[in-house]
């Protein structure tokens, strides 16, 4: 079992930056691809960016590309993403996802758990 806590959404500024962070439990975690999906009011969950168990690899959606970094740090069991030159469009609860394999999905329902999601607000 591993439990996903994500920390780091609030309220900023278009064109601000944010940084998320997930803790995972567990001793496996460098053996799981990461992923990062959001999901805003009235839409699906979609796909922001993953990272495979090294952190040698990563994948970002189109809308996310060179403005959103993700990253890891398995000796601190935990992924982060770090988001800049943020846009209203980009308000959404952020849900960190764990997937018992090493390389990454962006299928959401290629994810074997979930945090519960950090809220990120972005005003105009």
């Known amino acids: 079992q591993v439990q996903l806590v994500e920390s780091g959404g609030g309220l900023v500024q278009a064109g601000g930056s944010l940084r998320l962070s997930c803790a995972a439990s567990?001793?496996?975690?460098?053996?799981?691809?990461m992923g990062w999906f959001r999901q805003a009011p009235g839409k699906e969950r979609e796909f922001v960016a993953a990272?495979?168990?090294?952190?040698?690899?990563?994948y970002y959606a189109d809308s996310v590309k060179g403005r959103f970094t993700i990253s890891r740090d398995n000796a601190k069991n935990t992924v982060y993403l770090q988001m800049n030159s943020l846009k209203p469009e980009d308000t959404a609860v952020y849900y960190c996802?764990?997937?018992?394999?090493?390389?990454?999905?962006?299928?959401?329902?290629?994810?074997?758990?979930w945090g519960q999601g950090t809220q990120v607000t972005v005003s105009s």
């Open positions: 567990g001793r496996t975690f460098s053996n799981y691809a």
């Open positions: 996802a764990a997937r018992t394999r090493t390389v990454y999905s962006s299928n959401p329902g290629g994810y074997d758990y």
């Open positions: 990272i495979n168990w090294s952190g040698g690899s990563t």
